[in-house]
Every structure is written in C-alpha cells, then in structure tokens.
C-alpha cells in the first residue's frame, strides 16, 4: 500500500506533485469524489459489470476518505451483514459455537473469516485498487492491506462494532506506507479495549506490527 497513490478507477493519478498509476474497482457502484477530482472513468457498471474510476489527490487524509467510504458502504449492505451473521450464528451442537456477548469471541470469529475468505494478493502493478467488500467476500477473494482493512471493518460494523483504521510509517520509511484496523470492545461501551486486526499479515487477532518497526502512525475514524 503506498500511500501517495488513491483509490476508484484506473489511469494517470496526480498526487503529491507527480504523476503516478493508480485506482480501484468501484465494482458496480457510483462513487461520489471525496476530495478528489475525478480525471478518469472505464466501464458503466451496468449488469454487475466492473465500473472503474481514477481520482486525483494530494494528501493522506484525502485517499483514507476513499477507504473510509468504501467501509461505510459496506457495513450497510445486505450481502455483508448476512455474511457477517451466518459466522456468528453457527451452532456446535444445541450451543452457538461463539457464545452470545462473548466479544472477544465475536471479533476473532469476524477476522478468521476474513483471513480464510481473502487472500493477501499485491494490486494491479502501478495501480492501487480496491473492490466492494460485498464483493471481495463473494467473488474476487483477493485484496491487500487497504481493501482487506476496508472489508474486515464493514463486516464489524454490520454487527456494531466501532473501528478506526490505523496508517503506520515504518522506521527508515519516507512514505506512510501500511494500513490496518483497531476495534473497540465491547461494542456499545464507554469504557473500550482498542485491538488491533491486521488481516493481510498471517497471524492472529489481536497482533499488531511491533512498536520498534513504527516511526509514526496516525488513526482515523471511520
């Protein structure tokens, strides 16, 4: 994930002063700018068709919009709720196999799918690219940091957990260059533990990269 490039299309991208490859899978979906100007448009998006848009931004907080709204999207989309329930209502005979408010429960239940569901696979050479997390579950199965991040996140807050992306800056970096996401549990609480989810690293809920690798991070509400 570099962070200099953006999301929702595909073309010649202008960010940060120079020109670069970039853009995403809008996947059947109309995309309002978020700080962006689009300069690029490939594809209709009729009949389920891929609708691919290229936007040209310029700073940080702009292309985590176009991820901030690719999460929203998602968590209010039907496909994605019923994705989520049907893993946390699995019965191991007459119980629940993650019992009711076991949270915990819940969060790992919700990362596990992902992590079995989408496999960790680099973008387009030279164009960063997201899909729908509807459809990422259902049809590409394939996504990096940013898009895993997106998809794991609509599928919490489907079923109400509050999230935050996390970008983080890596010791000797120049470049913000990683994405992934922090939960508050339990839902619903004053009082939260933040836990982080990094889907798109082979390891399980709650790791996160380790703070002698972070120079700097910044998180972001969702």
């Not at 448009?41 to 919009?65: F, I």
């Not at 176009?66 to 699995?90: H, S, W």
């Not at 049809?139 to 807050?157: N, R």
């Not at 939960?183 to 009082?191: D, K, L, N, T």
Request: hydrophobic share 40%; net charge negative.
């Amino acid at each position: 994930m570099s962070l200099a490039q953006i999301v929702y299309g595909l073309g010649t991208l202008v960010a940060g002063g120079r020109l670069i490859r970039a853009g995403v899978r809008a996947l059947g979906e109309t995309a309002a700018p978020l700080g962006g100007r689009e300069i690029a448009r490939v594809g209709d998006g009729s009949a389920g068709a891929p609708l691919m848009r290229t936007y040209e931004v310029h700073t940080l907080d702009e292309r985590v919009a176009y991820i901030r709204e690719m999460a929203r999207k998602g968590q209010t989309d039907p496909r994605v709720r019923q994705l989520a329930l049907t893993t946390l209502t699995k019965k191991c005979g007459e119980k629940w196999c993650v019992a009711e408010k076991d949270y915990d429960a819940e969060v790992t239940a919700l990362f596990d799918f992902v992590r079995s569901q989408v496999r960790y696979t680099h973008d387009i050479l030279n164009v960063d690219t997201f899909t729908q997390p509807a459809r990422t579950l259902t049809e590409f199965h394939a996504e990096d940091c940013d898009g895993l991040t997106a998809t794991l996140a609509a599928l919490l807050m489907s079923v109400g957990y509050y999230c935050r992306f996390r970008v983080i800056r890596e010791v000797g970096a120049d470049e913000w260059g990683h994405i992934f996401l922090i939960v508050a549990i339990p839902p619903g609480s004053q009082e939260v533990r933040w836990v982080g989810l990094d889907a798109s690293v082979d390891q399980p809920a709650g790791w996160v990269p380790a703070p002698s690798v972070v120079a700097a991070y910044r998180d972001f509400e969702i």
